[in-house]
């Protein structure tokens, strides 16, 4: 469904959010089977199941929708909602399903929620900003880690997020102190766009601290959050809002993390809504990074190790990206380095490399000469000169044969 939202839907969705908890399973479910303005009325009127009443009883008489809308216009927030053309369904989609088995198991009886946070839909999101909502999830990473940052943790991040940014990947965090706010700060740097998911209401940037990052997110990008103006950040917001940095990220990278940690909290997201997980390896000394290596090593859905952005770029950007031509060597002519020897050396069946191999540097050899030194008859050299001369990695003269004068100076690296 798209095009223009009614305001009863509006006020519906914003009478939701506010009257109910991030993730909430009870009134997620009585929204897809009755309809926002219907499960609003339900709730306002104080009917329906117990376990849906239990979830709203603290905040359904007094949830205020107009008051929301009217302080989230005064401080340029608007209200997108899944009827809406703005809404990221593609970002979604995995949370919908998700969300889906979860409400059925909720109803059949398993009734325990989970403190990590529930997978399951927002019913709307407040948003700030110039960003293509949209478009979430279709060419995103996400970066998270401590707060508590190292240098080394720090200095990664950067890359990464520059790195991304300059092609064109959005970077989505939380927008807290240390890898999260690195990996905004890079993407800005870079001229791309970031997303910022916020655990509070946008009204109030937390960690204030970074408020002037929120400020340049939303003027490029986007900074978003389920809870509406004025809702505190608290604990278990952080948790719940972590299952959207992983939805809204084609990618995640886990930079440096403890071992009990919200990074690791939305890497478990990640694979609960089959995204992909990376992690950086860092020091076996630093606590920062022993969440890192417990993703990395975990035999089911083990993260992928990522030391570059082109590692990360072959995960969550376009077919290509993350594929680069091998640099030349040191000193060496551009396009010749060792790695790219090696590549046209494997490309050559095994008689053929090892002719190459007898091959002389500096004086040129005849067939049977070359025979003698790489252990092959001369018919087998003769045959395979041909090939060699095809693939660029011999000169031939009058004189005989020898390693061509760009493999020269490397030929003991090869």
């Known amino acids: 469904m798209g095009g223009v939202v009614s305001e ?5 969705r914003a009478y939701l959010s506010r009257v109910a908890e991030p993730s909430c399973i009870p009134v997620w479910d009585c929204v897809r089977r009755y309809g926002p303005v219907d499960a609003a009325r339900m709730i306002n009127q104080g009917r329906g199941a117990d376990e849906l009443l239990a979830a709203t009883a603290a905040r359904r008489e007094h949830a205020d929708p107009h008051a929301d809308l009217d302080a989230a216009h005064r401080h340029g927030i608007r209200l997108v909602v899944p009827e809406s053309d703005e809404w990221p369904h593609f970002a979604m989609a995995a949370l919908e399903r998700t969300g889906l088995a979860r409400a059925t198991r909720f109803s059949a009886g398993e009734r325990i929620v989970a403190e990590s946070g529930e ?11 110039v960003g293509q909502l949209a478009c979430g999830g279709v060419r995103s990473v996400g970066i998270v880690g401590s707060r508590a940052a190292t240098a ?3 200095h990664v991040t950067a890359d990464l997020g520059f790195g991304c940014a300059s092609r064109d990947v959005t970077v989505v965090s939380g927008g807290a102190y240390g890898i999260d706010a690195a990996a905004h700060r890079s993407a800005l740097a870079a001229g791309g766009q970031t997303v910022v998911v916020s655990a509070g209401g946008l009204d109030r940037p937390y960690p ?14 986007l900074v978003i959050s389920e809870s509406p103006p ?9 948790l719940t809002r972590n299952r959207l940095i992983a939805a809204l990220s084609t990618g995640t990278v886990v930079v440096e993390a403890a071992r009990r940690s919200g990074a690791a909290n939305t890497a478990a997201h ?3 809504l089959g995204r992909p997980v990376m992690a950086v390896p860092g020091p076996v ?9 417990d993703l990395l090593r975990r035999e089911r859905s083990p993260a992928l190790l990522v030391t570059c952005v082109d590692d990360v770029l072959a995960v969550v950007g376009a077919m290509g990206d993350g594929i680069t031509p091998d640099p030349p060597e040191p000193g060496g002519p551009s396009g010749t380095g060792g790695d790219r020897v090696r590549a046209e050396l494997d490309g050559l069946d ?3 490399r090892r002719v190459f191999d007898g091959l002389p540097v500096r004086r040129p050899a005849g067939p049977d000469e070359i025979a003698q030194r790489c252990g092959v008859s001369p018919l087998e050299v003769i045959r395979s000169l041909p090939v060699l001369d095809l693939a660029g990695l011999l000169d031939a003269s009058d004189a005989g044969y020898r390693i061509p004068s760009r493999l020269r100076s490397r030929r003991e690296k090869v």
Do not use: I
């Not at 997978?119 to 900003?129: C, F, I, R, S, T």
């Not at 004025?230 to 952080?238: L, N, V």
């Open 208 to 221: 204030t601290g970074n408020a002037g990052l929120f400020t340049r997110a939303a003027e490029t990008g």
């Open 119 to 129: 997978p399951m839909p927002p019913l709307a999101l407040w948003v700030k900003g």
């Open 270 to 272: 990640c694979v609960t």
């Open 152 to 154: 080394y943790g720090e």
């Open 285 to 293: 000394t630093s606590p920062m990074s022993a969440g890192c290596h």
């Open 350 to 352: 095994p008689v053929a």
């Open 8 to 12: 009863d839907v509006l006020l519906a």
């Open 230 to 238: 004025g809702a505190a950040p608290q604990r278990h917001r952080f």
